[in-house]
């Protein structure tokens, strides 16, 4: 069976896990990390998101502990993203991926990261990002549970009419499911990501 985002979504809340969503600048990782919380909401109305936004406000890994301690009813937390994150006179990224682990196991919560990709992709015939395109790309293949990218036509080719996006997943450690899903961007206001109608939500009505 394909899967799915309400799948993807309950693999990402795995207690302890760490998962990852890539994406070039502006393609839509915030908005689809906020369409996640706003699902997640949903499915643990009694547990809190806590979302960083580091480009308000840049955060250490030790401050988004404390934070994270400090929330009573926490139930998963989102960075938005790495690449904002205070790491020192360093751009070595794998101590705040290791730090960013320890949050999710010490706490028995999921933990988020969206990141950029780099520029590789884009000079590809096919600009769908792979895991060699992130930073560190090696170590958090190694330390993340769940990678995947978000990907649309349309952002590479103005002119493009298609309003659909694809989510790759490139590896799940959770149950082994990978592949596209493909949802639906509506770039009015805020872009809103939706899902297709494929067969297992068809099935649920």
């Known amino acids: ?19 990852l969503i890539g994406g070039r600048v502006g393609i839509g990782k915030t908005s689809l990390a906020l369409t996640i919380a706003e699902e997640v909401a949903k499915i643990q109305p009694d547990k809190d998101t806590v979302f960083f936004a580091l480009a308000d406000d840049g955060y250490s890994v030790s401050l988004i502990r404390e934070k994270s301690h400090e929330t009573q009813n926490i139930g998963l937390v989102i960075v938005d993203y790495l690449q ?49 395109d992130l930073c560190e790309y090696g170590f958090l293949e190694q330390t993340a549970d769940i990678i995947a990218f978000i990907h649309r036509e349309s952002y590479y080719n103005p002119e493009c009419e298609c309003v659909h996006a694809e989510l790759i997943v490139a590896k799940n450690r959770t149950d082994r499911q990978i592949g596209t ?16 109608m494929i067969p297992q939500q068809i099935n649920k009505k």
């Open 181 to 196: 899903i493909h949802l639906v961007w509506d770039e009015c206001c805020m872009p809103d990501v939706r899902p297709l």
């Open 84 to 132: 904002l994150m205070h790491t020192g006179d360093s751009q070595d990224y794998s101590d705040t991926l290791r730090g960013l682990k320890l949050i999710a196991h010490d706490l028995a919560i999921p933990v988020i990261v969206l990141s950029q990709v780099s520029r590789a992709c884009t000079e590809r015939e096919d600009k769908r990002p792979k895991i060699v």
């Open 1 to 19: 069976m394909a899967i799915t985002l309400d799948t993807l979504i309950s693999d990402m809340l795995i207690p302890s896990s760490l998962s």
